[in-house]
C-alpha cells in the first residue's frame, strides 16, 4: 500500500469520527428537554441554532467518506462493482444513502416547519403552536437516532470490509449498537456507554 491509500484511510476514519453528531445532538435535545419550560428561552434558541446549523456540515462529511470510501476502493484495485459483490461495502454505501436522505428530510421538511412555527409564534409561545414544535422536535430527534444508529452499523461494517465478522458476532453488535441508540434517545448517557 502507498502513501495514498493511508492518507485516504485516514481522512476515511477521521469523516467517520465527525459524523457522530447524532450522538451529540440526542445528548444536547435530552439536556434541554431536562431544564423544562419555556419554550423559546435563550437556552432553547441556542440548542435550536446548533442543530440547524448543523446540517450543512454534515452533507459535507457525508460526501468526504463517499468520495475517501470509493477512492480506497480504488486504491485496493477494487471497482464500484465491488458495491454489488462485496456485502459490507454494499451495506455501508446504502447506509450512507439513506443518512443522507434522512438528513435531506431534516433539512428540506422538518427544520423549516419548526423555524415557521417560531416565527409565527412570537412571545410568548402560545400552547397550541408550541405543541406543534414539540411534535416536530421529537420527530426530528428519532431521525436522529436513526442517523446514529445507521453511522454506527457502518463503523461496524467498515471493520468488515477486508475480513467479514460471523453471523452471530454482527448480530450482537447490532444488538450493542441498537441498546446504546436507545440509550442515547432516551437519556443523556451521563455515564457513556454505562
Request: proline residues 5%.
Amino acid at each position: 500500500m502507498g502513501s495514498t491509500y493511508y492518507i485516504l484511510r485516514f481522512i476515511h476514519i477521521i469523516t467517520a469520527i465527525l459524523m457522530a453528531w447524532p450522538f451529540y445532538a440526542l445528548v444536547s435535545v435530552n439536556q434541554r428537554a431536562r431544564l423544562g419550560p419555556p419554550l423559546g428561552d435563550r437556552a432553547d434558541i441556542f440548542i435550536e441554532n446548533i442543530i440547524k446549523n448543523r446540517t450543512i456540515p454534515c452533507f459535507v462529511f457525508q460526501g468526504t467518506a463517499l468520495v475517501s470510501g470509493i477512492l480506497l476502493m480504488f486504491e485496493r484495485g477494487m471497482g464500484l462493482s465491488d458495491l454489488f459483490t462485496n456485502p459490507a461495502l454494499g451495506l455501508k454505501f446504502f447506509l450512507l444513502l439513506l443518512i443522507g436522505s434522512l438528513l435531506t428530510y431534516v433539512h428540506t421538511s422538518l427544520q423549516p416547519k419548526i423555524d415557521g412555527l417560531f416565527a409565527e409564534a412570537g412571545s410568548p409561545i402560545p400552547q397550541d403552536i408550541a405543541a406543534k414544535i414539540g411534535a416536530l422536535r421529537a420527530r426530528r430527534k428519532g431521525v436522529a437516532s436513526i442517523c446514529m444508529f445507521v453511522v454506527l452499523t457502518i463503523a461496524m461494517l467498515g471493520a468488515q470490509v477486508l475480513i467479514t465478522f460471523p453471523l452471530w458476532l454482527n448480530a450482537l453488535l447490532v444488538a450493542a449498537i441498537l441498546a446504546f441508540t436507545w440509550r442515547a434517545y432516551n437519556s443523556t448517557t451521563p455515564y457513556g456507554w454505562v
